[in-house]
């Protein structure tokens, strides 16, 4: 019988038995249970902190809104939005079939993700929208 053989960028991360592993950019956490996680995530960070294995980048910003618009009508602007603002990653969906519709920004430069708000909000009348408080 063949195993399946692991890529020649294969890195078992550490030898203590963590089943920590590393692919190319990619770290596995193959935890089976809320210990073992545990176990993996503090062995995570101590790596990080000493091999410099991850890289600490700035943390996502996040902005919600949410409106009783129709998909119709906020489809082609929210469109217009993600084509002016690539760098932000623009997605909706309603709580449930027929409640509101919430839009979340997602991007990694704070100034950007509130100026693809501000336009959004521009294009409606100011009521249109409300942001949600996280």
Known sequence: MNMS???SSFLQL??????LIKCQNVIILSA?????LEKQWSCLLELSNTNK??????????????????????????????????????GCYRTSRTG????????????????????LCHLFHPSAFYEIMK
């Not at 550490?14 to 089943?19: A, H, P, S």
């Not at 943390?59 to 002016?84: G, H, M, N, R, Y």
């Not at 509101?100 to 336009?119: H, L, P």
């Open 100 to 119: 509101q519709c919430i839009i979340t920004f997602n991007g990694k430069d704070e100034e950007r993700t509130d100026s693809a708000v501000e336009k």
């Open 32 to 36: 089976t249970n809320d210990d073992e």
């Open 53 to 90: 294995i991850l890289v600490p980048m700035a943390p996502f910003v996040t902005k919600q809104l949410q409106t009783t618009l129709s998909d119709i009508e906020i489809a082609q602007p929210l469109s217009k939005i993600c084509s002016e603002f690539p760098d932000v990653c623009i």
């Open 5 to 7: 053989r692991p890529p």
């Open 14 to 19: 550490k030898e203590n038995d963590t089943g």
